[in-house]
C-alpha cells in the first residue's frame, strides 16, 4: 500500500466492515434465539439464516462507495449469512445480491433514499410464507445469475435490528426487537442477549396488544395512574420468559441477573429509576429465583407457564410475579 496522498477519502471500507460484523451479531443472536424458542411462538416465518440490508438505508454520501463495497446488483444483498443456517448450506454468500426469494420479487418494491423500507418490506413479506416450505432464491454473484433453493427451519416471527445510537436502548414493538449500537458494544457476550430476550419475551407474550386492550398510554406517561400495574406485570413477565429464552437457545441464563447487575446501578437506579419498571435488585432476585425453577426443569424446550397464559388479558397482578430482594 502506498502512502496516503493529500485529501484522501476516508477508509469507508473499514466502517463497512464494522457495520457488517454488528450486524452480524445481532443477527445471530436472534437466529438463536428465534429458532431455539420456535415451540413457544404461536406466529413462525421460515428461518434462513440470511442477514440482508439495502443500498437504500445508506446515507448519500456513502452509498457509491457501499455499492461497489458491497457489490449491490440490485438494492438488496445478503450482508451475512448465520454460519451453517439455511441459506450457508444452500450455497449463499455474503455480497450476493438478491433479486427473489420465494415469490418475492426484490425489483418490485419500492424504498425511500436514507431508509430501511423496501428491506422491511422484503422482510415483511418473507416472513408470510410457509414456514418449513423449500425456498428459491435467485441472486447474482460477482455479475452472474445464481439460483438456489433454501430448506428453511421455523423460526419466531420476528425482527432483530441494530440502531447505530450513542445511547442505551433496547425496545420491542411486537413485531420487531431492536437495541443499540452501544448497548450491544457495552453488554458484549451473553449479557446483551439478556437484554434481547427480554425485548423478544415482550413481543412472544404479544404484550403490546394486551398493554393496548388495557387502554394504556405509550411514552411519557407510561409510569402513571392506573397504567403503572400493567406495564409492570409486562415487564416481569418479560424478565421471567427471558430465562427460559436463553437456555432453550443455549445461552447462560445467568447472564440476565449479571446484566442487571452492572446496569442497574449505573443507569436505573436513584433518579434514574424508572416507574414503569420495577427496583433492579428484585428484577435481580426474580430472575436468580425463575433461573433456580429452569435448572430443575427435566422438559426440553423449556416452556414457561407465561405461554399458556398469553392471550388471557392482563390483570396487572405484578406482585405476584415479583420475588422481592432479601
Ligand atoms: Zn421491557
Same mark, same amino acid.
Given at each position: 500500500m502506498g502512502a496516503r496522498v493529500g485529501e484522501a477519502a476516508p477508509d469507508d471500507s473499514a466502517l463497512f466492515e464494522q457495520l457488517r460484523a454488528s450486524d452480524l451479531e445481532m443477527a445471530t443472536i436472534g437466529w438463536r434465539l428465534a429458532s431455539a424458542n420456535a415451540p413457544l411462538c404461536d406466529r413462525l416465518e421460515p428461518g434462513l439464516g440470511l442477514q440482508l440490508h439495502t443500498l437504500d438505508q445508506f446515507a448519500s454520501q456513502l452509498r457509491d462507495s457501499a455499492r461497489s463495497h458491497f457489490k449491490f446488483a440490485t438494492p438488496v444483498a445478503i450482508e451475512g449469512v448465520i454460519p451453517d443456517g439455511p441459506a450457508a448450506q444452500a450455497g449463499l454468500r455474503p455480497d450476493d445480491s438478491v433479486v427473489r426469494i420465494g415469490p418475492v420479487d426484490i425489483a418490485a418494491g419500492t424504498g425511500k433514499p436514507g431508509t430501511t423500507q423496501r428491506l422491511v418490506a422484503v422482510q415483511l413479506a418473507v416472513a408470510q410464507l410457509p414456514p418449513t416450505q423449500p425456498i428459491e432464491i435467485a441472486a447474482i454473484r460477482d455479475g452472474a445469475p445464481l439460483t438456489v433453493t433454501v430448506q428453511p427451519i421455523p423460526a419466531c416471527r420476528s425482527r432483530f435490528e441494530l440502531e447505530l445510537a450513542d445511547n442505551f436502548s433496547a425496545s420491542a414493538?411486537?413485531?420487531?426487537?431492536?437495541?443499540? $449500537?452501544?448497548?450491544?458494544?457495552? #453488554?458484549?457476550?451473553?449479557?446483551?442477549?439478556?437484554?434481547?430476550?427480554?425485548?423478544? $419475551?415482550?413481543?412472544?407474550?404479544?404484550?403490546?396488544?394486551?398493554?393496548?386492550?388495557?387502554?394504556?398510554?405509550?411514552?411519557?406517561?407510561?409510569?402513571?395512574?392506573?397504567?403503572?400495574?400493567?406495564?409492570?406485570?409486562?415487564?416481569?413477565?418479560?424478565?421471567?420468559? $427471558?430465562?427460559?429464552?436463553?437456555?432453550?437457545?443455549? #445461552?447462560?441464563?445467568?447472564?440476565?441477573?449479571?446484566?442487571?447487575?452492572?446496569?442497574?446501578?449505573? #443507569?436505573?437506579?436513584?433518579?434514574?429509576? $424508572?416507574r414503569s419498571h420495577p427496583y433492579w435488585r428484585d428484577r435481580v432476585a426474580t430472575l436468580e429465583a425463575e433461573i433456580a425453577r429452569v435448572q430443575a426443569d427435566p422438559q426440553r424446550p423449556h416452556v414457561s407457564k407465561l405461554i399458556a397464559e398469553r392471550d388471557q388479558p392482563l390483570d396487572g397482578d405484578w406482585q405476584a410475579l415479583l420475588v422481592r430482594k432479601r
Open positions: 414493538d411486537g413485531s420487531m426487537v431492536q437495541v443499540s $449500537s452501544k448497548l450491544l458494544e457495552t #453488554y458484549r457476550g451473553d449479557r446483551v442477549v439478556a437484554a434481547i430476550a427480554h425485548e423478544f $419475551s415482550h413481543n412472544i407474550l404479544h404484550h403490546r396488544d394486551r398493554l393496548e386492550a388495557r387502554g394504556v398510554t405509550f411514552g411519557m406517561l407510561a409510569g402513571f395512574g392506573g397504567n403503572v400495574k400493567y406495564f409492570r406485570q409486562t415487564e416481569i413477565q418479560a424478565d421471567i420468559l $427471558s430465562v427460559y429464552l436463553l437456555a432453550n437457545a443455549g #445461552y447462560d441464563p445467568k447472564a440476565a441477573p449479571d446484566f442487571w447487575r452492572d446496569f442497574g446501578p449505573k #443507569y436505573a437506579g436513584g433518579m434514574f429509576r $424508572s
